[in-house]
Every structure is written in C-alpha cells, then in structure tokens.
C-alpha cells in the first residue's frame, strides 16, 4: 500500500462512491501485512510507501538470486511497485519464474515491475558526463521513472566539450530537479549549477585514471562545488539521486 492508494480509498467514502464497509474491507486487505513480513532472511517493509512516500527497494548485491525472488514475490503481492538494484541476470531469471511479468534493464542493472503514476511537480534531468557513467545514469533513470516521475536524459554532455552541454540549455531550464552523474575530476555539477536556480543532485562514479581513486577526486570535487544549491550522494549511488530528486518532485 502507499499513499496514493491510500488517498484513493478515503477520497471515494467522501464522495460517497465507496461505503465505510466497503473501505475497511479494501484497508484491510491493503494493510493485512502491515508493517513487514518476516521471511526469516528479510523482513519486507510493506509500510514504508505510506511512511516515507518512497516503496520498498531491493538492494540486490550480496544477495542470492533465491533470495532476491523470495523478496520480489512478496512485494509484488502485496500491490507494491517492484525495484530491484545492482543486481544481474541469474537474480532476473529467478525473479521472472515467480513475478512474470518483471523486467530486466541490463545497463541500470535493474530489476523492474510496475510504477507509480508520475504525478511530480515537473520534470528530473538526468544528465551524464561520458558514456561510462552511463550504469549509474541508467539506474538514477529507471529508479526515478518507477518511483513516478518524468525523466529526461542528457547523455555524454561533460566539460571536455562544454558545447554539448550549452546546446541544450532549453532542456536544462525545464527541469525541475537535475541529477548531474560524473566521474573523474567531477566537474559536471558545478557547471550545471551555475546555470540554474533548481537543486541539482551530484553523483560522482568510480571512473576514471588511478588518481580518481574510485570515484573518490569526484566526490571530493563536488563536495567542493562553489555553485549553490548542489548536494552530493555516494559514489556511483544513482538510485540514492533518483530518491532524493523525487521526495523534492513531490512536495507534501
């Protein structure tokens, strides 16, 4: 259950289009594994779109594709969107044996079904320096859209040629949150910064020569950012990006 489905049930008993019997019956389906269910290896948080406004996702490194299935039917049972992080192709095969209809997005690494209606306040710009940080960019990407919200993507737009970048200012002005994906020196977000007056989301990836360590010379170059108004997430965190810019996407 979430908020929206939530809003859906009292909003029809204030119409009179639903009787409060009615309504109580549909809450207490919606709610019969409030507020998680324990699978002995996890504990699905069935609460957390009411709570936060943002489902439960699935962190899928680490675990197996049994686990990550057991996981999936579950919350796909109980009405919920499906999101899936950094996982792979053995965790989608065992994933599609019992949720059908999921889908695998193979640069995001994403594992997918259904989302929520995008009903932001405007529209999330992804944009990316290089075509290597394309992974992380795809994950910011799909993540946003499934947690109900109109993306645009600006890809291979980095400072080796500012120009890029500038023939799209139409694009960037439209946005109502950006999500400024780079690695290397990190420099992406500090230029899109100051040429907007909307948040703008750093994430720096671990791309780039042995002095980037990792993704570390990003991070560090972004949380240095002299431009207003841009905050940082961990390194290669797409989905950390797409979370934070749809919370602001969708103000109370």
Known sequence: MDQD????????VARGAASTDQAAAEL???????PFEDLGFA????????????PEVVFGAGKTPEQVAAIAERIVAAG????????DEAAYAAVAQVVSDAQFHRVAHIISRGARAA??????????AGTSDLPVAEEARVSAELLGNEVDALYDVGVAGLHRLLAERERIERARVIIAVAGMEGALPSVIGG????????VPTSVGYGASFGGLAALLGMLNSCAAGVAVVNIDNGFGAAAVA?????PP
């Open 43 to 54: 504990r699905v948080d069935h609460h957390r779109a009411i709570r936060q406004g943002l």
């Open 28 to 34: 207490t389906a919606l709610l019969r594994h409030m």
């Open 246 to 250: 749809s919370l602001i996407n969708h």
């Open 195 to 202: 040429l907007v007056g909307v948040p703008v989301i750093a």
């Open 80 to 87: 919920q969107p499906l999101l899936v992080t950094r996982t």
């Open 119 to 128: 009903a932001g306040a405007g529209t999330i710009l992804v944009a990316a």
């Open 5 to 12: 489905q939530l809003r859906d049930v009292l909003e029809r």
